[in-house]
């Protein structure tokens, strides 16, 4: 049942956040791509569900396919206009959902007109909409304009560029710039398809069975697996240094005070996403003490709070899936073989709340990332504090 929940959610999450076409979704039709059809029962068990969670078009919506698609005796008939009623006016929709039900006064009077005459007075306080069901109307997140790929005016683009980048004289990288400040990067082609193989294969072979990271994340369709990387030590350290001839950071995983944490391997399915979130956990290397040290990975104590975050891209996605940063108006969609960089520190040694980042519903395919969390402690002779704010 968890799972049936889970998919419910995920498909309404999906249809929601993308703004997908109603009838394409109850056909089966994801983003163009063809799956199987929803059954009329399919469709009465997912509009309930969209009920409880409040996405109210998409329970008018399946309420109408519902009893289009059947021959309702009069019973059943007034049953299911009444939820579908109730949809309109919890839509506050309330003057269509009295319309719906006007018709019905004569032979319903009894469950008829108590609802009209609430409906009624909740329609005084509504800007009722004509005709179809107002879109704008459903619950949505902030984030949700940038999954669908508004982003950046044209005057912020014109600030972003590509360049070769190098901190070594033969060591060459490209980047594409995302914003410039705070600075966010992708670099391309910086994980071989071979590296990727391996990462997954080790990935099996530690986790036989996944748990996710946090209890609240349980029914997003992602699982994180925390590696130990002694026992792929040659690829980490590859990995790791190919970083820091990029970064200038310290990425030398050590038994303690390390420069970075163990990798993370994330993995999202259809529907998986990750909430809005900042590295930055307010645990800055200068504010520690015995008592908040101890709870952590003897590895980690000591090294101070995550200065940087480092993302490799395992996979491409089909639809959806993106990386975005509200705040800076940045989208970033996976592309195999390359990393995502940012810093969750400003210079002068303060949490960057503007590089807050999450990762939109996976609409078609799977997504693959590996993590990297950068620690204060290894940059104390490569990135200086600054006074001030500005890079």
Excluded at 46 to 63: C, D, N, V
Excluded at 250 to 258: A, D, E, F, R, V
Excluded at 273 to 298: G, I
Excluded at 338 to 343: G, I, R, W
Aim: proline share 5%; aromatic share 8%.
């Amino acid at each position: 049942m968890d799972d049936l929940h889970g998919a419910m959610t995920g498909l309404l999450q999906v249809w929601s956040v993308y703004h997908l076409n109603a009838d394409d979704v109850i056909a089966g039709v994801i983003f163009g791509a063809p799956s199987t059809p929803l059954s009329t029962d399919d469709i009465l068990l997912l509009a309930e569900h969209a009920r409880k969670l409040e996405f109210y078009t998409k329970e008018i919506a399946l309420r109408q396919e519902f009893m289009k698609r059947l021959q309702l005796e009069e019973k059943e008939h007034l049953k299911h206009t009444l939820k579908l009623a109730k949809a309109y006016h919890n839509n506050k929709m309330s003057n269509t959902a009295m319309k719906l039900l006007s018709p019905l006064l004569l032979t319903a009077h009894g469950k008829v007109k108590p609802l009209l005459i609430k409906y009624g007075q909740a329609a005084k306080n509504q800007i009722t909409p004509t005709g179809e069901v107002n879109e704008e109307r459903q619950i949505a997140s902030e984030s949700d304009p940038l999954c669908r790929g508004i982003t950046k005016t044209p005057k912020e683009r014109s600030e972003l560029h590509c360049t070769l980048r190098t901190k070594i004289p033969y060591y060459l990288v490209k980047e594409e710039v995302l914003h410039v400040h705070p600075r966010v990067s992708l670099f391309h082609e910086v994980l071989s398809e071979d590296d990727i193989k391996t990462l997954k294969r080790y990935t099996a072979q530690q986790v036989s069975k996944p748990s996710p990271a946090e209890t609240e994340f349980v029914d997003l369709a992602m699982t994180i697996y925390q590696l130990n990387e002694k026992k792929f030590r040659r690829l980490s350290d590859k990995l790791s240094r190919r970083m820091s001839l990029i970064t200038g950071l310290g990425t030398h995983l050590k038994t303690s005070q390390s420069d970075v944490e163990d990798f993370q391997v994330v993995n999202y399915g259809a529907s998986g996403q990750f909430p809005l979130h900042s590295d930055c956990r307010s645990e800055a290397l200068w504010t520690s003490t015995d008592d908040n040290q101890l709870p952590l990975s003897p590895y980690v104590r000591y090294s101070g709070d995550n200065i940087a975050t480092w993302i490799y891209f395992m996979s491409d996605v089909g639809e959806g899936g993106a990386t975005i940063m509200p705040n800076l108006k940045v989208r970033v969609t996976p592309v195999k073989g390359s990393a995502l960089f940012f810093y969750n520190y400003t210079p002068d040694g303060n949490c960057d709340l503007l590089t807050q980042y999450g990762t939109c519903p996976v609409a078609l395919g799977t997504r693959w990332d590996a993590v990297k969390l950068i620690k204060q402690g290894g940059q104390i002779f490569r990135r200086l504090c600054d006074i001030s704010n500005d890079e």
